[in-house]
Protein backbone atom coordinates (compact mmCIF):
# COMPACT_ATOMS: atom_id res chain seq x y z
CA UNK A 1 0.00 0.00 0.00
CA UNK A 2 1.51 3.10 -1.31
CA UNK A 3 2.27 5.93 1.80
CA UNK A 4 0.78 9.31 2.06
CA UNK A 5 2.55 11.12 -0.39
CA UNK A 6 2.60 15.29 -0.46
CA UNK A 7 3.54 17.69 -3.31
CA UNK A 8 5.69 19.38 -4.19
CA UNK A 9 8.37 18.48 -1.78
CA UNK A 10 9.93 21.81 -1.94
CA UNK A 11 8.68 25.46 -2.38
CA UNK A 12 10.44 28.54 -2.47
CA UNK A 13 8.21 31.33 -2.15
CA UNK A 14 8.82 35.43 -1.69
CA UNK A 15 6.65 37.28 1.34
CA UNK A 16 2.81 38.53 0.31
CA UNK A 17 2.61 35.13 -2.06
CA UNK A 18 0.10 32.44 -1.41
CA UNK A 19 1.05 28.54 -1.72
CA UNK A 20 -1.13 25.52 -1.73
CA UNK A 21 0.22 22.17 -1.07
CA UNK A 22 -1.43 18.76 -1.80
CA UNK A 23 -1.12 15.81 0.06
CA UNK A 24 -2.80 11.94 -0.96
CA UNK A 25 -3.81 10.12 2.20
CA UNK A 26 -3.04 5.89 2.35
CA UNK A 27 -5.72 4.68 0.67
CA UNK A 28 -8.53 3.99 2.67
CA UNK A 29 -8.00 6.86 5.04
CA UNK A 30 -10.83 9.25 5.88
CA UNK A 31 -8.97 11.44 8.02
CA UNK A 32 -6.24 13.67 6.79
CA UNK A 33 -3.98 16.17 9.49
CA UNK A 34 -1.78 19.03 8.99
CA UNK A 35 1.31 19.98 10.92
CA UNK A 36 4.11 22.76 10.48
CA UNK A 37 7.27 21.56 11.77
CA UNK A 38 10.04 24.55 12.87
CA UNK A 39 13.43 23.69 14.73
CA UNK A 40 11.86 26.45 17.37
CA UNK A 41 8.19 25.95 17.75
CA UNK A 42 8.06 22.45 16.78
CA UNK A 43 5.45 20.47 15.80
CA UNK A 44 2.24 21.93 15.89
CA UNK A 45 -0.96 20.91 14.89
CA UNK A 46 -2.88 23.30 12.14
CA UNK A 47 -6.26 21.49 11.09
CA UNK A 48 -7.87 18.31 10.59
CA UNK A 49 -10.72 17.31 8.13
CA UNK A 50 -12.85 14.37 7.75
CA UNK A 51 -15.65 13.39 5.18
CA UNK A 52 -14.28 16.85 3.34
CA UNK A 53 -15.38 18.83 7.01
CA UNK A 54 -12.90 20.57 8.99
CA UNK A 55 -13.21 18.56 12.48
CA UNK A 56 -10.50 20.02 14.47
CA UNK A 57 -8.51 23.38 14.03
CA UNK A 58 -5.31 24.62 15.82
CA UNK A 59 -4.21 28.14 16.95
CA UNK A 60 -2.91 30.03 13.54
CA UNK A 61 -4.76 32.72 11.91
CA UNK A 62 -7.11 32.47 8.95
CA UNK A 63 -4.31 32.98 6.71
CA UNK A 64 -3.90 29.33 7.07
CA UNK A 65 -6.86 27.33 5.20
CA UNK A 66 -7.32 23.88 3.86
CA UNK A 67 -10.11 21.92 2.59
CA UNK A 68 -10.40 18.20 1.60
CA UNK A 69 -12.39 16.72 -1.79
CA UNK A 70 -14.73 13.37 -1.74
CA UNK A 71 -11.53 11.11 -2.51
CA UNK A 72 -9.89 12.28 1.16
CA UNK A 73 -7.25 13.83 -0.93
CA UNK A 74 -6.28 17.36 1.30
CA UNK A 75 -4.64 20.59 -0.11
CA UNK A 76 -3.35 23.39 2.00
CA UNK A 77 -3.08 27.28 1.50
CA UNK A 78 -1.67 30.01 3.12
CA UNK A 79 -2.23 33.67 2.04
CA UNK A 80 -0.15 36.46 2.08
CA UNK A 81 3.39 34.57 3.69
CA UNK A 82 5.36 35.74 6.00
CA UNK A 83 9.02 34.83 6.65
CA UNK A 84 7.92 33.16 9.80
CA UNK A 85 6.02 30.59 7.55
CA UNK A 86 9.18 28.83 6.44
CA UNK A 87 9.22 25.11 8.09
CA UNK A 88 8.06 22.10 7.00
CA UNK A 89 4.74 21.05 6.44
CA UNK A 90 3.18 17.85 7.30
CA UNK A 91 0.21 15.50 6.67
CA UNK A 92 -0.63 12.37 8.11
CA UNK A 93 -3.20 10.50 7.27
CA UNK A 94 -5.71 8.21 9.39
CA UNK A 95 -8.57 5.51 8.76
CA UNK A 96 -10.26 7.20 11.82
CA UNK A 97 -12.52 4.77 12.64
CA UNK A 98 -14.57 6.29 15.27
CA UNK A 99 -15.97 5.06 18.93
CA UNK A 100 -13.02 2.91 18.66
CA UNK A 101 -10.61 3.07 22.62
CA UNK A 102 -7.40 4.07 20.69
CA UNK A 103 -7.00 5.97 17.94
CA UNK A 104 -6.09 5.10 14.84
CA UNK A 105 -2.64 5.53 13.87
CA UNK A 106 -1.45 8.24 12.14
CA UNK A 107 0.38 8.07 9.34
CA UNK A 108 3.13 11.03 7.86
CA UNK A 109 4.05 11.69 4.63
CA UNK A 110 7.57 13.28 4.12
CA UNK A 111 6.77 16.44 3.94
CA UNK A 112 6.75 20.07 2.22
CA UNK A 113 9.76 22.01 2.73
CA UNK A 114 8.91 25.84 2.07
CA UNK A 115 11.04 28.74 2.11
CA UNK A 116 9.86 32.28 2.32
CA UNK A 117 12.08 34.64 0.93
CA UNK B 1 -2.81 22.97 29.51
CA UNK B 2 -2.83 22.51 26.01
CA UNK B 3 1.47 21.87 26.21
CA UNK B 4 3.78 18.63 26.38
CA UNK B 5 6.79 19.30 27.66
CA UNK B 6 9.62 17.07 26.74
CA UNK B 7 13.03 16.41 27.95
CA UNK B 8 16.06 16.09 27.25
CA UNK B 9 16.50 18.36 24.57
CA UNK B 10 19.20 16.54 22.95
CA UNK B 11 20.83 12.74 24.47
CA UNK B 12 23.85 11.09 23.63
CA UNK B 13 24.27 7.43 24.61
CA UNK B 14 26.51 4.77 23.95
CA UNK B 15 26.05 1.48 21.96
CA UNK B 16 24.19 -0.90 24.07
CA UNK B 17 23.44 1.71 26.56
CA UNK B 18 19.38 2.52 27.48
CA UNK B 19 17.93 5.72 26.36
CA UNK B 20 15.26 7.69 28.51
CA UNK B 21 13.56 10.53 27.43
CA UNK B 22 10.60 11.85 29.64
CA UNK B 23 7.85 14.22 28.87
CA UNK B 24 5.27 16.09 30.96
CA UNK B 25 1.38 16.82 30.80
CA UNK B 26 -1.32 19.32 32.26
CA UNK B 27 -4.56 18.40 30.81
CA UNK B 28 -5.70 15.49 32.40
CA UNK B 29 -8.64 14.82 29.30
CA UNK B 30 -5.46 13.80 27.56
CA UNK B 31 -5.68 9.82 27.27
CA UNK B 32 -3.76 8.78 24.21
CA UNK B 33 -0.05 9.20 24.02
CA UNK B 34 1.78 7.82 21.19
CA UNK B 35 6.19 8.06 20.67
CA UNK B 36 7.37 9.14 17.15
CA UNK B 37 10.72 8.84 15.30
CA UNK B 38 11.89 11.05 13.01
CA UNK B 39 14.60 10.70 10.44
CA UNK B 40 16.36 13.65 8.53
CA UNK B 41 14.42 14.16 5.43
CA UNK B 42 11.48 11.70 6.71
CA UNK B 43 8.02 12.45 8.35
CA UNK B 44 7.42 11.22 11.55
CA UNK B 45 6.44 7.09 12.34
CA UNK B 46 4.47 5.86 14.97
CA UNK B 47 7.05 3.81 17.49
CA UNK B 48 4.77 3.06 20.32
CA UNK B 49 1.66 4.16 21.97
CA UNK B 50 0.01 3.51 24.89
CA UNK B 51 -3.32 4.77 27.32
CA UNK B 52 -3.54 6.19 30.99
CA UNK B 53 -5.44 2.82 31.98
CA UNK B 54 -1.61 0.76 31.85
CA UNK B 55 1.11 1.91 33.42
CA UNK B 56 3.79 0.06 31.44
CA UNK B 57 3.88 -1.27 27.42
CA UNK B 58 7.21 -2.70 26.18
CA UNK B 59 7.31 -3.62 22.43
CA UNK B 60 10.90 -5.19 21.91
CA UNK B 61 13.47 -2.83 22.71
CA UNK B 62 11.13 0.21 23.55
CA UNK B 63 9.29 0.89 26.46
CA UNK B 64 6.86 3.25 27.97
CA UNK B 65 6.89 4.05 31.43
CA UNK B 66 3.67 6.14 32.28
CA UNK B 67 2.67 7.60 36.00
CA UNK B 68 -1.12 8.97 35.91
CA UNK B 69 -0.73 10.99 39.36
CA UNK B 70 2.79 12.88 38.04
CA UNK B 71 1.32 13.35 35.07
CA UNK B 72 4.16 11.99 33.71
CA UNK B 73 5.61 8.94 30.72
CA UNK B 74 8.52 8.26 29.63
CA UNK B 75 10.13 6.32 26.78
CA UNK B 76 13.07 4.04 27.50
CA UNK B 77 14.94 2.82 24.71
CA UNK B 78 17.14 -0.78 25.69
CA UNK B 79 20.26 -1.56 24.49
CA UNK B 80 20.59 1.46 22.18
CA UNK B 81 21.93 1.07 18.71
CA UNK B 82 23.62 3.87 16.18
CA UNK B 83 20.59 3.06 13.99
CA UNK B 84 18.25 4.44 16.31
CA UNK B 85 20.06 7.95 15.99
CA UNK B 86 16.86 10.36 15.07
CA UNK B 87 14.82 12.75 16.55
CA UNK B 88 11.50 11.27 19.03
CA UNK B 89 8.74 13.29 19.60
CA UNK B 90 6.25 12.72 22.35
CA UNK B 91 2.59 13.58 21.71
CA UNK B 92 -0.37 13.42 23.52
CA UNK B 93 -4.41 13.70 22.31
CA UNK B 94 -8.18 13.91 23.74
CA UNK B 95 -10.58 11.50 22.14
CA UNK B 96 -14.29 11.92 22.60
CA UNK B 97 -16.48 8.40 21.74
CA UNK B 98 -17.95 8.87 18.91
CA UNK B 99 -15.07 10.67 16.51
CA UNK B 100 -11.15 9.45 17.48
CA UNK B 101 -9.94 12.74 16.09
CA UNK B 102 -6.57 13.41 14.53
CA UNK B 103 -5.09 16.17 16.60
CA UNK B 104 -1.73 15.44 18.56
CA UNK B 105 -0.17 17.63 20.67
CA UNK B 106 3.54 16.97 20.30
CA UNK B 107 6.43 17.79 22.95
CA UNK B 108 9.71 19.31 21.43
CA UNK B 109 11.49 16.61 20.66
CA UNK B 110 14.63 15.04 21.77
CA UNK B 111 17.59 14.27 19.21
CA UNK B 112 19.26 10.91 19.91
CA UNK B 113 22.72 10.33 19.09
CA UNK B 114 23.96 6.41 19.75
CA UNK B 115 27.66 6.67 19.77
CA UNK B 116 29.29 3.13 18.13
Known amino acids: KAGVTQTPRYLIKTRGQQVTLSCSPI?????VSWYQQTPGQGLQFLFEYFSETQRNKGNFPGRFSGRQFSNSRSEMNVSTLELGDSALYLC????????????????FGPGTRLTVL | QQQVKQSPQSLIVQKGGISIINCAYE??????FPWYQQFPGKGPALLIAIRPDVSEKKEGRFTISFNKSAKQFSLHIMDSQPGDSATYFC???????????????FGQGTTLQVKP
Open chain 1, 92 to 107: ASSYSRGGAKTPDTQY
Open chain 1, 27 to 31: SGHRS
Open chain 2, 27 to 32: NTAFDY
Open chain 2, 91 to 105: AASMNSGSSNTGKLI
